[in-house]
Nanobody, 119 residues
Framework: QVQLVESGGGLVQAGGSLRLSCAAS????????MGWYRQAPGKQRELVAI???????NYADSVKGRFTISRDNAKNTVYLQMNSLKPEDTAVYFC?????????????WGPGAQVTVSS
């Protein structure tokens, strides 16, 4: 009953920036961790960044110093600011949210947003 929708993807030249947003809607109880995965064609899906409800973050080594994850709990939205983009950042980016109600937990995924970095 929770839907996630990414926005902000597109085409950018190497060295440029993009900002992805992911808003959760529907019947939401508690959102714990939120984050971003990405998957390039023929590649394994990898975790890009995670942010806890309290704001603690973690990043893949490949994006440290270039990407920043943040969230607005009042808006149930997570962001990914991507700077100094490289062609190898080209992928479909998926957001996710870990939901919890009491002892029950579930994970919700967005449909993905294409990010293409040209050289």
């Amino acid at each position: 009953q929770v839907q996630l929708v990414e926005s902000g993807g597109g085409l950018v030249q190497a060295g440029g920036s993009l900002r992805l947003s992911c808003a959760a809607s529907g019947s939401i109880f508690v959102i714990n961790n939120m984050g971003w995965y990405r998957q390039a064609p023929g590649k394994q899906r990898e975790l890009v960044a995670i942010i806890t409800r309290g704001g603690m973050t973690n990043y893949a080594d490949s994006v440290k110093g270039r990407f920043t994850i943040s969230r607005d709990n009042a808006k149930n939205t997570v962001y990914l600011q991507m700077n100094s983009l490289k062609p190898e950042d080209t992928a479909v980016y998926f957001c996710y949210a870990d939901l919890q109600r009491g002892l029950r937990s579930s994970t919700s995924w967005g449909p993905g947003a294409q990010v293409t970095v040209s050289s």
